[in-house]
């Protein structure tokens, strides 16, 4: 089982949906977890860190879920600049610094 | 800009041959890691340091690969006798200390290897 899964996309959307990612983590002492953005040949991101109750930064939400080990990310009123690869982070804990990137979910708004 | 540079942005190179990147983080980053990404694929771990010590690499990095860190300070990634399969964009990233400190990532050095 991979560390990080994701679904790779693409998710099409049209302009004003809302959609959501998850993403599964296969290391239950997972610490700390995040979303990044990648945009074309560019670097990631941060997007937002994910915090175990939940949290909320304008049209996105992020959740955590410990109990079944992921993570969620939910895009509201999307935008045609919301046109970009998504990438769920764990870091694990127990001083053990392998920052894990998943593979990225494609998003792709559509006018 | 006191964001985390990368030298050089572009590197094309014939099999074969060696090459150095340099990475210099956020100057109050104590952590630094190397990634290497293909296309399609999510950032893949190499390698990380906090301070001067390498604490962790990857098994994937073969021993044509070094990373050092000499002061703490910036990183050099060198790749020995490059392969065609060595080509990636090679991602350098820093972050404070803090299990919660999320990495704050470089332009990039995308290689080629012709």
């Known amino acids: 089982r991979k560390e990080v899964e994701q679904d790779p996309g693409p998710f099409n959307v049209p302009e004003g949906a809302t959609v959501a990612f998850n993403c599964t983590y296969s290391?239950?002492?997972?610490?700390?977890f995040f979303w990044y953005r990648q945009d074309c040949r560019k670097e990631p991101k941060l997007l937002m860190s994910v915090y175990s109750s939940g949290n909320e930064d304008g049209r996105f939400t992020a959740q955590l879920n410990r109990a079944s080990q992921y993570i969620s990310l939910l895009i509201r009123d999307s935008k045609l600049s919301d046109s970009a690869t998504y990438l769920c982070?764990?870091?694990?804990?127990?001083?053990?610094?392998?920052?894990?990137f998943g593979i990225g979910t494609k998003l792709q708004v559509i006018p | 800009d006191t964001g985390v540079s990368q030298d050089p942005r572009h590197k094309i190179t014939k099999r074969g041959q060696n090459v150095t990147f340099r990475c210099d983080p956020i100057?109050?980053?104590?952590?630094l890691y190397w990634y290497r990404q293909t296309l399609g694929q999510g950032p893949e771990f190499l390698t990380y340091?906090?301070?001067?010590?390498?604490?962790?690499k990857s098994r994937l990095l073969s021993d044509r690969f070094s990373a050092e860190r000499p002061k703490g300070s910036f990183s050099t990634l060198e790749i020995q006798r490059t392969e065609q399969g060595d080509s990636a964009m090679y991602l350098c990233a820093s972050s404070a200390d803090g299990y919660n400190s999320p990495l704050h990532f470089g332009n990039g050095t995308r290689l080629t290897v012709t």
């Open positions: 340091f906090q301070n001067e010590a390498q604490l962790e």
């Open positions: 290391n239950s002492a997972s610490q700390s």
């Open positions: 982070v764990v870091t694990p804990g127990g001083g053990y610094q392998k920052v894990t």
């Open positions: 100057s109050e980053h104590n952590r």
